[in-house]
């Protein structure tokens, strides 16, 4: 009788030692997601500011226009050639009967027009409009970097987001995801914006042979969100003032690119040394993510410019983006230090 006794006690232990075990971890799971969420409203809240300092400006507005005019000409120079196709493939007997195209294909004379002109729904053409959209965010970056960072070391509003219960990480995430709401409204949807027009043009087909363009765009906007984001951040909490930021910014772009192709190009030094030009390397990563050669225009007609590798490019696209988190990071900590 003792021993039941005893048994029934140990078990009756272990028992009450469980639904305690099991209580904690609920408790301690319900405190975690409490948590996150809290740090999920803090950084949504610090991106709804910033992207309210940023649409405020009027001269964000005019380079947003600037992005749109260069949007809207793909977009009608898609549907232009998309149209002038379908006109030849109902049109092309009519057309081989006048004198002076009796010796010409027009479907091979509009291949070679539309290919000239870069919209023939290639992924090449996602790649390009990509790359040279990404130009004109590069404008607005330098212009919003002072306004998003610069102007809170200014009025001590850094200091009074770190007062409150708001991490260092989470200030840094809010920012950056006012910058990533930017760039993919501007790069990444009218992208794929000219994919849905181009397939609803051509048909059902497109879709099936071009499924892998929607992947690449959205890789390529990310990496570009992430490294031009953090970049820029970087350099806004060094110099915290437009002027200085926009110089050293737009420099540092046009200065490295100058002078790769200055050491590649004329010297005929490595093409590792391209490996400075940040935005040559978002072009080779770019260019892997869509799948199409990432070849550059050489000194020479009918010559293309040598290239490094994309993976050495990601490699350094990945340090520049570690570099500045760190350097961001360590910034933010000290002010915090000194709040």
Not at 286 to 311: E, I, M
Request: proline fraction near 4%; aromatic fraction near 12%.
């Amino acid at each position: 009788m003792i021993g039941a006794s005893a048994n029934r006690k140990d078990h009756l232990m272990a028992q009450g030692q469980g639904k305690l075990s099991m209580a904690s971890e609920q408790t301690m799971s319900v405190t975690f997601a409490s948590q996150a969420m809290t740090r999920g409203r803090g950084i949504l809240a610090i991106a709804g500011v910033a992207l309210r300092l940023v649409f405020r400006r009027k001269i964000f507005w005019v380079f947003y226009g600037l992005a749109a005019c260069h949007f809207l000409s793909y977009f009608f120079g898609v549907y232009v050639t998309a149209q002038l196709r379908e006109a030849v493939r109902q049109q092309q007997e009519q057309i081989r009967l006048l004198p002076f195209m009796r010796a010409a294909n027009p479907e091979q004379m509009l291949q070679v027009f539309v290919g000239r002109l870069g919209l023939g729904g290639q992924p090449s053409m996602y790649r390009n409009f990509l790359w040279l959209q990404g130009w004109i965010v590069v404008v607005i970056l330098a212009l919003a970097g002072a306004l998003l960072i610069g102007q809170d070391y200014q009025s001590g509003g850094i200091t009074f987001y770190l007062s409150k219960a708001i991490t260092p990480t989470d200030y840094l995430l809010g920012k950056l995801s006012a910058v990533a709401m930017v760039l993919l409204a501007t790069t990444v949807v009218p992208a794929l914006g000219l994919y849905v027009q181009y397939g609803v043009l051509e048909g059902q087909d497109y879709f099936l042979e071009q499924w892998r363009v929607p992947l690449g765009i959205l890789v390529y906007g990310s990496v570009t969100t992430v490294v031009l984001g953090l970049l820029m951040l970087a350099t806004a909490v060094w110099l915290k003032k437009t002027v200085p930021m926009v110089l050293v910014w737009l420099g540092v772009l046009v200065f490295t690119r100058t002078w790769s192709r200055l050491l590649v190009d004329l010297m005929n030094w490595s093409p590792r040394w391209r490996l400075l030009d940040v935005w040559n390397d978002l072009y080779l990563v770019g260019s892997q993510c869509l799948g199409v050669s990432a070849s550059l225009p050489g000194r020479w007609p009918g010559r293309v410019a040598p290239q490094p590798d994309w993976r050495e490019a990601a490699a350094v696209l990945l340090a520049v983006s570690l570099l500045c988190w760190w350097y961001v990071q360590r910034q933010l900590r000290a002010v915090e230090i000194v709040a």
